[in-house]
Nanobody, 124 residues
Framework: QVQLVESGGGLVQAGGSLRLSCTASGRTFSSYTVGWFRQAPGKEREFVAAISRSGGGTYYADSVKGRFTISRDNAKNTVYLQMNSLKPEDTAVYYC?????????????????WGQGTQVTVSS
């Protein structure tokens, strides 16, 4: 069992930056692929980024590539999402998710554990 807690969301102006954190409980965090997803009002949950168990592999949605960076520190049981050059269309609730996957999955149903989400609002 893994419990995930996101933090770092908030209100920022367009062009600004935020860093989200996803901290996990449990001693086997390094066994899990971790993904970030987001959901805006009235829209489906969409994939943002994923990172492999060791942190050596990453994958991004086209909409955030070059602006967002996912990383992890397994010693701290934490995954980060550095978000730069934020746009109003990045406004959403951001969720982290973990699963014992061998690939960088982009489908939310592949992940077993989810955090409660953190709100990111980008003003124009």
């Amino acid at each position: 069992q893994v419990q995930l807690v996101e933090s770092g969301g908030g209100l920022v102006q367009a062009g600004g930056s935020l860093r989200l954190s996803c901290t996990a409980s449990g001693r086997t965090f390094s066994s899990y692929t971790v993904g970030w997803f987001r959901q805006a009002p009235g829209k489906e949950r969409e994939f943002v980024a994923a990172i492999s168990r060791s942190g050596g592999g990453t994958y991004y949605a086209d909409s955030v590539k070059g602006r967002f960076t996912i990383s992890r520190d397994n010693a701290k049981n934490t995954v980060y999402l550095q978000m730069n050059s934020l746009k109003p269309e990045d406004t959403a609730v951001y969720y982290c998710a973990a699963g014992p996957l061998g690939t960088l999955a982009t489908s939310h149903w592949r992940y077993d554990y989810w955090g409660q989400g953190t709100q990111v609002t980008v003003s124009s």
